[in-house]
């Protein structure tokens, strides 16, 4: 198994719902649902390891108040050595509405103060060689961004292998963030985008073609996932080769995270040695499971998720 890492992003969901239409200005509004818990890219992904018992490593940090406090709580070691920044936990209200779509209200927080000396207070480059590292976050983790570069240098230094799942841009994909994106696609080793995404920074709308046309800007030896929802995943090889996989039919509870958990049980299940294509089906079977149980459960092993 090559060891595991993510770097990015963990802040507080308060999700609640469903919400329809959209209230009026100085209305009060009662929803039958609501749930308080671990957010962010990095935080999704890293719960979705520990259910699938997974070895792993996680870099982020907390802000100075209670809601930092409950989210290190929820990792146990794997956030003894998070740094604390002097600022608000930085939270996020997700209001859902009947047609499955949902709107976020996000505060700035502690996320915008994380920074490359928080991360490798934290990860050990030596305990990590020959790994993954999943990078994640980049539009909401500001001052970790404008040391990208040394990040890549590090994980070049110690045969690391960056995995990259930028998110969506808070303004868009604008040509400065297209041109962000595919600088940062130069030193990764494989691509983790959804469908809108994946076509949004290549400019074609064929994801497949997309996913081929983002994959000739990174190594050699890169592959690119594109993460199609509904409609399953791809993904295109070191040799420009599309595979495909198709997602099952399930009843959607909840759908927020989805990507991220994808992006856990891909990564496990490629990082313990399966093929590209039984690491799609990895992915795509928990991610699966995830968003149509509530509470939110993912599969015991990857050999059931694989099945």
Known sequence: ??????????????IMGPAAPWPQPGTETIVDH????????????????????????????????????????GFGDHARHWPVHGDSTTLSV??????????????????????LEDVLAVLDGPRLKGGIALLCGSFLTEKLVEDYDRFFDWADRHDIAVALDTGWPLDGWTERNKAAARTWLSRCRIALFNEVETTSLAGVSDPAEAGQVLRQGMPADAIVVVKCGPNGAIAVDANGTVLRADAPRVTVVDTIGAGDVF?????????AGEGLEASLT????VASRAISTHPRTYAPTLQEAVA
């Not at 990895?282 to 079977?285: E, F, L, Q, V």
Request: aromatic share 10%; no cysteine.
């Open 94 to 115: 997700g209001i859902t509405h009947p047609d499955g779509e949902r709107t976020f209200f996000t505060t700035r927080g502690h996320l915008p103060l994380f920074s």
């Open 263 to 271: 992006n856990a049980a891909f990564l496990a299940s490629f990082a």
């Open 1 to 14: 198994m090559r060891p595991l890492a993510v770097v990015g992003n963990v802040n507080v969901d308060l």
């Open 34 to 73: 609501d749930e308080l818990r671990v957010g962010g890219s990095a935080g999704n992904s890293a719960l979705a390891w520990m259910a699938l018992g997974t070895p792993f490593e996680i870099a982020a940090s907390i802000g100075a108040d209670q809601f930092g406090t409950w989210l290190a709580k």
């Open 282 to 285: 990895a992915g795509i079977s």
